[in-house]
């Protein structure tokens, strides 16, 4: 099992940047497949970016690539999401989760955080 705790939420203005981090408690956070969701309000959580257990392989959703980045440290046990060129329509509460199985979707994440709020204003 595994636990995960978001930060780095915040209010930013549109066109800036925030960086989130999700710390994983457990020591086999490398087995895990990890990924970023969100959900705005009155939506459903939407699928934002997945990566793999090495970190070697990333992937997103149409609507942040290009501007947004997920990394991760194995020997930190955390895994970052680098959001720039911020749009009011990124306003969401952001979820990390975690994964056994090789690919990160909405149906396939085991764990997840408690959420971490973003907002941006036009």
């Known amino acids: 099992q595994v636990q995960l705790v978001e930060s780095g939420g915040g209010l930013v203005q549109a066109g800036g940047s925030l960086r989130l981090s999700c710390a994983a408690s457990g020591r086999t956070f490398s087995s895990y497949t990890m990924g970023w969701f969100r959900q705005a309000p009155g939506k459903e959580r939407e699928f934002v970016a997945g990566i793999s257990r090495s970190g070697t392989t990333t992937y997103y959703a149409d609507s942040v690539k290009g501007r947004f980045t997920i990394s991760r440290d194995n020997a930190k046990n955390t895994v970052y999401l680098q959001m720039n060129s911020l749009k009011p329509e990124d306003t969401a509460v952001y979820y990390c989760?975690?994964?056994?199985?090789?690919?990160?979707?909405?149906?396939?994440?085991?764990?997840w955080g408690q959420g971490t709020q973003v907002t941006v204003s036009s």
């Open positions: 989760a975690a994964t056994l199985k090789a690919i990160m979707q909405i149906t396939t994440a085991d764990y």
